[in-house]
């Protein structure tokens, strides 16, 4: 298990339990006395998964190429290969470099473990993008629209081994582009003149009800652009999405020493949007990227959690130091 033995495993939910009515598995117990509860099996594989904001790098120097996108990537492939090939791994923030770049390059990851779920036709011209990884045979997938461009979302479903799993993973509006909603830029289902980040939760929301599973697991990952306690994600919470980060007992990111914060990196040397990754004293002082679980199932979940990219690589490749500005999550799932 890569993660710390020190993390605290939280019950997401209690385990659902009736009784049995058939005779062979109630010999010599008198009905009106049978019992009401069955064993739980011991802990399930976990579903291991990564969200990542991968950075497009749109707004670096030009001579940087997108902020070394070729050098970040590799740099992210050796993260993902130290994390021993996760099932999942979700990128958001895929821009025209990396949407050539990651599918060149993705026979070389985990030994050509991971398929590529991404539809470049769907999510028009490549600026902010999302992109699946994954090692599972999928049941379904799709992109997940999102109002006001750039922003969207990719979804899949898979049979794992804690259940059925809906993944969708997200980008939703940053400052950069988030006007109140308006019947020009939102859909119905939003409210006239909150922001554009909180219809795009509502719009994950009716999303994942039409097409997510009634009786399994869901998870809504990645770049929120917002706190766990902003309104921004009240209708997750109020839909009964829990964090796991928050759930696997890990306290929350401190400003001060970047300890549990997912981003984004500053920098004194390198001011612009994407600087500092090529500067070892940068630091990250937010927490945005989430893995959000929504547990539909009948039995009981156990969740782990840390930051996906926390310490420099040691190996710096062509001076470049962090595959991104953000340092994603890493979660693991246990149907106990």
């Not at 740099?75 to 050539?100: M, W």
């Amino acid at each position: 298990m890569r993660l710390l033995g020190t993390l605290l495993l939280i019950v997401l939910f209690a385990a659902c339990s009736g009784g049995d009515d058939d005779d062979e598995t109630a010999q010599d117990v008198d009905e009106t006395t049978a019992p009401t509860t069955v064993a739980v099996e011991a802990a399930s594989e976990p579903l291991r998964v990564i969200a990542l904001n991968q950075l497009h790098g749109l707004f670096c120097p030009e001579e940087t190429d997108f902020c070394g996108a070729p050098a970040r990537l590799e740099l992210l492939f050796a993260a993902i290969e130290e994390a021993d090939c996760p099932e999942v791994v979700g990128l958001a923030e895929i821009g025209p470099r990396q949407s050539v770049l990651v599918p060149e390059r993705l026979p070389t990851l985990c030994d050509g473990a991971y398929t590529l779920l991404y539809d470049p036709v769907a999510q028009a011209e490549p600026v902010d993008n999302e992109m699946i990884l994954t090692s599972l045979e999928p049941v379904d997938d799709g992109y997940v629209e999102l109002s006001n461009l750039p922003w969207s979302g990719h979804w899949a479903q898979f049979d794992t081994t804690i259940g059925t799993v809906d993944f969708v993973m997200l980008h939703q509006a940053s400052s950069s582009n988030n006007p109140p909603c308006t019947a020009e830029v939102c859909a119905p289902i939003c409210v006239e003149g909150e922001e554009t980040g909180t219809c795009h939760t509502r719009e994950v929301l009716a999303f994942l009800d039409e097409h997510g599973s009634r009786d399994g697991i869901q998870l809504v990952t990645g770049d929120l652009n917002k706190s766990i306690d902003d309104p921004r994600l009240a209708p997750y919470l109020d839909a009964g999405f829990e964090d796991a980060w928050a759930l696997a007992g890990n306290a929350e990111c401190d400003p001060a020493t970047g300890a549990g914060c997912t981003c984004c990196i500053n920098s004194e040397i390198e001011d612009y949007d994407g600087g500092g990754l090529r500067d070892p004293a940068s630091s990250r002082d937010g927490r945005i990227d989430f893995v959000l679980v929504r547990n539909r199932s009948d039995c009981e979940i156990e969740a782990e959690a840390e930051v996906f990219v926390g310490e420099l690589a040691a190996q710096p490749v062509d001076g470049w130091l962090w595959p991104s500005d953000h340092a994603g999550v890493y979660a693991e799932l246990r149907c106990a």
